[in-house]
C-alpha cells in the first residue's frame, strides 16, 4: 500500500510527524544544512544518541543510502531517521543510493510504527543533485516502496523546491 503524499514549504524542524527524516552526513554527529538545523532544534538528546550509534554498530559511520532511528529529542515527533543521501555525479549514476534514502527510511519508518513521515528533498541541497530529478526520484519511490506509512509529507525549504516537487507530483500521477 503506498502512503499518502503531502506536499509542505517550510522548515522541517517545525514539522509534527511520527517521525522526521535526517538528510544526515555519514558521522551522524550533526553538519549543516538540514542535519545541522535538526541537531540544533532537537537538541543534545539527538546528538547523544547518534555518539550511542557510533560507539557500537556504525563506528566507521552510517553508509550512503542506508537510515537508522533516534529519539527526536526537542522536536515535535517521536523519532529522527537518519539517512545519508549520494553527493550527485556528473559522471556515475547514483540514483538507485539516492533512492534507497527514501526506501530504508520508509523501512525503518515500519520498523518503529510510524505512520507519518516527514522527508526533506535529500541530497538536493549541498549534495547538489539536480531538484527536478531529486524530486522524480523521491516520488517515485515513495509510490512504489511497500510501506504501513500512511502519510509522507515532503517538506520543502523555499517556493523554487516546492514548485519543482509540484510538478513532479502531477506529472508521476498522470502517468
Known amino acids: ?6 506536499l509542505v514549504q517550510g522548515d522541517i524542524t517545525a514539522q509534527s510527524a511520527d517521525a ?7 558521522s551522524l554527529l550533526g553538519g549543516g544544512g538540514v542535519d545541522g538545523a535538526i541537531h540544533r532544534k532537537g537538541g543534545p ?6 555518539r550511542k550509534l557510533r560507539a557500537s554498530h556504525y563506528g566507521k559511520g552510517l553508509a550512503t543510502g542506508e537510515a537508522v532511528a533516534t529519539p527526536a ?13 549520494p553527493v550527485w555525479s556528473a559522471t556515475e549514476d547514483r540514483s538507485a ?27 538536493t541541497g549541498i549534495y547538489g543533485w ?14 512504489t516502496t511497500d510501506t504501513s506509512v500512511t502519510e509522507v509529507r515532503f517538506v520543502l ?14 506529472k508521476g500521477s498522470s502517468s
Open 157 to 170: 525549504f523555499d517556493e523554487r523546491a516546492y514548485d519543482v516537487f509540484s510538478a513532479a507530483a502531477a
Open 130 to 143: 539536480p531538484l527536478d530529478d531529486g524530486a522524480r526520484i523521491a516520488l517515485d519511490t515513495v509510490r
Open 20 to 26: 522526521i527524516v535526517n538528510a544526515a552526513n555519514s
Open 45 to 50: 538528546e539527538i546528538l547523544d544518541a547518534c
Open 73 to 85: 529529542g526537542r522536536l515535535d515527533a517521536r523519532w529522527v531517521i537518519h539517512t545519508v543521501g
Open 97 to 123: 543510493l539516492l533512492a534507497s534514502c527514501y526506501r530504508r527510511s520508509l523501512a525503518v519508518a515500519d520498523e518503529l510504527g510510524a505512520r507519518t513521515v516527514a522527508f526533506p528533498a535529500i541530497s
Open 1 to 6: 500500500m503506498s502512503p499518502t503524499i503531502t
